[in-house]
């Protein structure tokens, strides 16, 4: 985590910035907390699919395969 001296430095920065770039800015922190969400999805609907996938993977006519 950020700590509170570098979350300073970083709107004091921001601060410094011309409005335009201010807006990139804040269209890339979006981007950034969208990616992370998008990822927190994946991976809890990965966690829910296995349950329900693994009747499919675990049966006998396709024990052969996991000897591969």
Do not use: C, G
């Amino acid at each position: 985590m950020v700590n509170a001296i570098s979350q300073q430095a970083l709107v004091e920065k921001i601060l410094k910035l011309p409005p335009d770039k201010v807006l990139e800015v804040e269209d890339f922190v979006d981007f950034l907390l969208n990616r992370a969400q998008d990822r927190q999805l994946v991976t809890a609907a990965t966690a829910l699919s296995v349950a329900v996938f693994q009747t499919v993977w675990d049966n006998p006519d396709d024990a052969e395969y996991d000897h591969l």
